[in-house]
């Protein structure tokens, strides 16, 4: 059974920085591809960035694109958001994904298994 744990989310106000970790276990991820998602209230789920295990390619979202670097420790099994220049619109609960496509997917329903997220709160 494949489990996501994020955690290192919290309150930081507007221009400081977080990092989230993801916790990957339950099967080999050799060939897969990780995620990172965010929903604000009322809103959709949202792709972050995604990179893939082996080859660490990397896709993000524009609206992150020069202040979130995505990153893994394949070692670990663990993949990372560095989030830097924080804005109040980046509040949103953000989870972790993880599929197994031929591409590195920027929509939701590319991922097979999801975490149960974390809170990042920005204030202005």
């Known amino acids: 059974q494949v489990q996501l744990v994020e955690s290192g989310g919290g309150l930081v106000q507007a221009g400081g920085s977080l990092r989230l970790s993801c916790a990957a276990s339950g099967r080999t991820f050799s060939s897969s591809v990780m995620g990172w998602f965010r929903q604000a209230p009322g809103k959709e789920r949202d792709f972050v960035a995604a990179?893939?295990?082996?080859?660490?390619?990397?896709v993000y979202a524009d609206a992150v694109k020069g202040r979130f670097t995505i990153s893994r420790d394949k070692s670990k099994n663990m993949v990372f958001l560095q989030m830097t220049s924080l804005k109040p619109e980046d509040t949103a609960v953000y989870y972790c994904?993880?599929?197994?496509?031929?591409?590195?997917?920027?929509?939701?329903?590319?991922?097979?298994?999801w975490g149960q997220g974390t809170q990042v709160t920005v204030s202005s």
């Open positions: 994904a993880v599929g197994w496509g031929r591409r590195v997917g920027n929509t939701v329903s590319e991922y097979d298994y």
């Open positions: 990179i893939t295990w082996s080859g660490g390619s990397q």
